[in-house]
């Protein structure tokens, strides 16, 4: 099986994740997931590059959708999270890889669709911007705050809803977490604030 088909079957696969929540985003993310997408013939470079394996942030057991993630792994390019913002203690230790979207792997200008990779104990410290965003916590466990709310658990297989401008913060505990996310509304990243 080509590349491009392994990862096409990986966001099959996600798609059908995101169906099964019953919000307007996730409506949203599943369709652009299961479209008839072209990959981007020509790679655009990421600012901030990490060389990192997929497979060192994985648990050991696998779910169907990590075993499809596992098959195109290789695809994937990675970035430092935070659109250059972050501080560098944890720019360096949070990941993303831009599937759908402007500067994706498959190019697309209305809605942001992407893996975000952050490693084990690390706060990730409140932000905000002005994309409504969903997360599929894929594995590991990670404490989310919403607004000035008590974090809260959320295993994988769980869905955590950020409206636009909604400040929040993730803490993860010992294992990595490993998230699909997207954003619909305003997703040039620019609004991105910590």
């Known amino acids: 099986m080509f590349e491009d088909d392994k990862l096409k079957d990986f966001l099959m696969a996600a798609s059908l994740q995101f169906e099964t929540h019953k919000s307007k985003i996730a409506k ?5 997931l299961a479209a008839d997408l072209a990959k981007r013939q020509n790679s655009i470079g990421e600012i901030a590059p990490v060389h990192i394996c997929l497979h060192d942030f994985l648990p050991q057991k696998h779910t169907d959708l990590i075993r499809s993630l596992t098959r195109c792994a290789d695809a994937l390019r990675w970035r430092e999270a935070g659109f250059g913002k972050l501080p560098e203690k944890f720019s360096k230790r949070i990941y993303a890889s831009e599937l759908i979207g402007p500067k994706g792997l ?14 084990g104990q690390l706060a990730y410290p409140k932000h905000w911007h002005a994309a409504e965003e969903l997360y599929l916590v894929l594995s590991g466990n990670a404490y989310w705050s919403i607004d000035s709310d008590t974090a809260v658990l959320y295993p994988p297989e769980s ?4 409206k636009s401008l909604q400040p929040h913060s993730m803490t993860t505990v010992e294992e990595p977490l490993l998230a699909l996310w997207g954003w619909t509304g305003d997703i040039n990243g620019i609004s991105y604030s910590i």
């Not at 949203?28 to 652009?32: E, G, R, T």
């Not at 498959?106 to 490693?119: A, D, M, S």
């Not at 869905?159 to 950020?162: A, D, E």
Request: proline share 0%; charged share 10%; aromatic share 8%.
């Open 28 to 32: 949203h993310i599943s369709l652009a």
């Open 106 to 119: 498959f190019e697309n200008t209305q809605i942001r669709i992407g893996l975000l990779i952050q490693q």
């Open 159 to 162: 869905f955590v809803h950020h």
